[in-house]
């Protein structure tokens, strides 16, 4: 079936994306991936798309925010000439609570309390979690915000709903930056608990780190 894109793509005529079902979970996939993925060809034009699923379908539409997925993939694509890109969206318990406080709004406040507690964030997340303000899921506000987002960072944090993670490698590579910010988040959310006893890496710390392995990072 055909469909009018949220946004033009012009450049993007014969690409494809595929793309979860509306209200399909992410553990369904594995099941069976025919009932819980559309995929999605672009026009010529790119002003329409043509949506092929299967008869397994189990939704109705694609995902309501297809407008933020489909720009930011436009956004890197072009900005990249990448043949490839990925992107993940989900609600993590810890970082989607940590984003209701108001202190851990401030992106700087943010990335350096989470950015503190292994090693390895620093080293995989070296330009930190971007922070968007809430606005209302499927939006142009939305939208907009998570473009320029990603542009400087490779996860940002939706405010008060979840994150979103892109990669030009590999879906894994975009989980495994979704999960190395809940774990961050975790770490904070548990030195919270505990009355925030732990200091965790310290600034010198870290900044050893990113010589040792040739980061470049301006957080710390």
């Known amino acids: 079936e055909t469909f009018e894109l949220p946004q033009p793509v012009p450049e993007l005529a014969g690409a494809t994306f ?3 079902g509306s209200g399909r979970r992410l553990r369904e ?5 025919t009932a819980n993925i559309a995929c999605i060809v672009v026009d010529q034009g790119g002003q329409t798309a043509t949506l092929y699923t299967s008869y397994h379908r189990r939704y109705q539409q694609v995902t309501s925010e297809f407008n933020s997925h489909l720009a930011v993939h436009y956004d890197q694509i072009l900005a990249t000439d990448t043949n490839f890109h990925a992107i993940i969206h989900a609600q993590p318990m810890h970082i ?4 209701h406080v108001p202190r851990y709004q401030d992106e700087h ?7 503190r507690w292994q090693p390895e964030t620093i080293v995989n997340l070296p330009e ?3 922070f968007i303000p809430f ?17 400087r960072c490779r996860i ?3 405010a008060k709903h979840g994150v979103m993670a892109r990669s030009d490698i590999s879906v894994k590579r975009a989980a ?22 732990g200091e965790g890496l310290t600034p010198d710390e870290i900044r050893a780190i990113c010589a040792t392995f040739d980061i470049q990072q301006e957080i710390f």
């Open 18 to 20: 595929l793309v979860t």
């Open 29 to 33: 996939i594995i099941d069976i991936p």
């Open 96 to 99: 989607t609570y940590l984003s």
């Open 109 to 115: 406040y943010l990335n350096t309390h989470l950015l």
């Open 128 to 130: 930190g979690i971007g």
């Open 135 to 151: 606005a209302v899921p499927g939006s142009a506000e939305l939208m907009s915000g998570n473009v320029a987002a990603l542009r």
């Open 156 to 158: 940002v944090i939706w």
């Open 176 to 197: 495994d930056r979704v999960e190395y910010a809940e774990t961050a988040a975790k770490y904070e959310y548990l030195n919270l608990r505990v009355g925030e006893i």
